[in-house]
């Protein structure tokens, strides 16, 4: 844990408290705040009740006036699509409202200024980017925490010690709640509409992603997208150290992988990306080109990134390489949550057997058309199966409608065994390009019951169609 001491002896009100908000309430406590703790969940509420020097109360009946901060849980709506009740209490009061990233760098710079911190935001790839970064140090022998946005929540890492390197992930919500989050390197990977519903708009959303790699010492910027291609050059009419990189050829890129080749610009750098299984896809070359940069920064030896770059495992839901049996390969692609994160996957392989569906974020699966070429059938799933079918349908994609994951596994296995893949390798692939939450109560779940249902086929050599996860009633 990393004890808050900023506000010690201040009263602050946490509101929200899920995991990252009960490591918000023991790093205060811990540094001498006086902590005054809510949450609409009775669960919650009794967890921090039994964390030592946390008074839990509603705080629609404080007294605003004595706090000097109101610390968000970043799921918790700031602006849009209005702001919570508490954020509009604290404005009313005068009081700031941040995240537990903010108290982070606030405290960083009073205790820990020496230790490196690297932060990572995209709309896709940023977990990805993170764990290889992370990966690549610790191959490396330093010393490095991981947290943030993906596992540990960034209070409970352990505290600042000389050289300690801190990689973080970063969502818009939590930068939003960082007014002077300043890392040592910034990582801005991609900016495509995602999260409007919180942010009001597309810029609105690219502006604050943006503000983090602004405010940092060094910016790593992508160029294979618009958006961020104007925030390098931005950045760079202004005097800032950018570096840039790109998933292809880009000549502008400082970093680039064409043709899963990654190479630097002074040619001192070259890896062939076929060697490392984790990191397939443009999208990956992309992430690959993200953190070598950013540990080239750090003065690791090319023998020792190549290294890194082919022991890197890769990450559970993201392009997971879930198990091979009869020629068949399953990819468990959870994590791709809309369209642009499942064009990623799509683009990797060019024949798959697609898994496709859930709750659908805006434009449904439509910007997805140039790949569908790349799609042998459609099963598909949740909740936007008719409107999803109607796209498919309208583009000449041939599809089942299963309802659920396991009829769809069920239903591509038995259409593998009975098709010859013109590419020789036959991919199942689950890659959602939706959210969960209509079947599942997260992307993690819904993967953990894909691969499940993989490792009992790996098993047995049958598919059974398991019930157990449904909803009642279905």
Known sequence: MIPITIFKDKKVAVFGLGGSGLATLEALAAGGALVFAYDDKEESRNKAAAIDGVDVMDLRNADWSQFSALVLAPGVPLTHPEPHWSVQYAKEAGVEVIGDIELFCRERNAQGADCPFIAITGTNGKSTTTALVSHLLKEAGLDVQMG????????????????????????SFQIDLAPTINPSIGVLLNISADHLDRHGDLMSYARIKSRMVSSSDLAVIGLDDRLCANVASNLRLKGRAVVTISGFGNERAMMAAPDGILQSMEGDFLFNLDQARALRGTHNAQNAAAAVAVVRQLDLAPAALAHGLKSFGGLEHRMEEVGAKDGLLFINDSKATNADAASRALAAFPEVHWIVGGLAKAGGIESLTDLFSHVKHAYLIGASSEAFAETLSRNGVAFHLCGHMDVALSDAVKACKEESMSSGERVILLSPACASFDQFPNFMKRGDIFREAVAAYLASGTVEVDLSHRPVGE
């Open 148 to 171: 943030g946005n993906i596992g540990t929540p960034i209070l409970a890492l352990e505290p600042f010690v000389t050289d300690r390197i801190y990689v973080i992930e970063v969502s």
